[in-house]
């Protein structure tokens, strides 16, 4: 899952200070791959970054959905869904009250909140709510790989059927463009799918993401030898974010994904220049020893 929330809103990774070891979440593999300067900002130099509508609407939209699956089966319809909407807006910004600061007026709150809406009324088209019994919701995997890298990440849904095949399924509903993302929300899932498949034992039989925008499901069924190649593509970039820690050069990498990115100011490829690069820690540590986990980002 997914939104570049304030640290403590929805921490992918959980509570920074429980790291063990050097550990890498989609999101910042992902980022790695996109461009190594926006891995740099984000997981080393750590530069907050203020979410967007677009993102604290993500966040809505999945809290409302986790939800859901709270009720019985029966009392999930789109009535129930809209009916939380508005309470669960109230406990996000509780949690984070720089939320609020998103709207100037209420009015404009209340045209979000309509935008959330129009998510949920797409989710609806999708699936039916009351026909289906998660087996898991926002559930935080983790896994050890290579000589120590640990994977983890934070699972919008996993279904598992009677025989035992699992779903992995996640809800994507940024306001971006969707192809400028939907290489980033597979590499996502296969993610999940390998993590899912050193824990249990079991390669997911879906991948499946719900694109509520467009109100569209895209399924991807992986296999064993794919996950095992993926796993050796992950390890071999931690080894290339070590290298570029090591010399300090995480070099920019334009796209258009740029259109998306916070950073622009800091980019060479905007005419910004990038902070000093972080000193080692006093135990000597490279700066990504640790990197911060950002919150999962919502941007497809
Ligand atoms: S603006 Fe583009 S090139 Fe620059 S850091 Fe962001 S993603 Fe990378």
Redesign the pocket.
């Known amino acids: 899952m997914t939104v570049e929330l304030p640290t403590g809103v929805l921490d992918e990774a959980g509570p920074v200070g429980e790291e063990r070891g050097p550990s890498l979440s989609p999101s910042r593999a992902a980022d790695f791959k996109?461009?190594p300067?926006?891995y740099r900002?984000r997981a080393i130099d750590r530069i907050p970054e203020q979410p967007t509508p677009d993102q604290a609407r993500g966040t809505l939209v999945h809290a409302v959905l986790e939800r859901l699956f709270d009720l019985p089966a029966g009392e999930r319809t789109p009535e129930s869904a809209e009916a939380s909407l508005e309470p669960e807006w109230r406990r996000l910004v509780e949690e984070a009250p720089e939320l609020a600061d998103l709207f100037a007026t209420p009015e404009a709150t209340a045209e979000w909140l309509g935008s959330a809406r129009e998510l949920l009324e797409g989710y609806f088209t999708l699936e039916d709510p009351q026909r289906l019994e998660p087996a898991e919701r926002e559930s935080m995997v983790e896994v050890t790989v290579g000589d120590g890298l640990r994977l983890r990440g934070i699972i919008d849904r996993l279904d598992v059927s009677p025989a035992g095949d699992i779903r992995v399924v996640d809800y994507k509903s940024g306001g971006a463009p969707r192809e400028a993302f939907e290489a980033r929300a597979l590499f996502q899932l296969k993610f999940y799918a390998l993590v899912l498949w050193r824990t249990r034992g079991v390669v997911p039989k879906v991948l499946r993401l719900l694109y509520l925008s467009d109100r569209e499901a895209c399924d991807y069924a992986p296999d064993l030898e794919e996950l095992k190649r993926f796993e050796r593509t992950l390890v071999a970039l931690w080894q290339a974010i070590e290298r570029a820690t090591q010399r300090r050069e995480f070099r920019?990498?334009?796209?258009r994904?740029?259109d998306w990115?916070r950073?622009?100011a800091l980019?060479p490829?905007?005419g910004g220049t990038p902070p000093p690069f972080p000193e080692p820690t006093a135990a000597g540590e490279p700066a990504t020893a640790h990197p911060q986990e950002g919150a999962e980002d919502r941007p497809g």
């Open positions: 996109t461009c300067l926006l900002f920019p990498k334009p796209s994904l740029c990115c950073h622009q980019c490829e905007f």
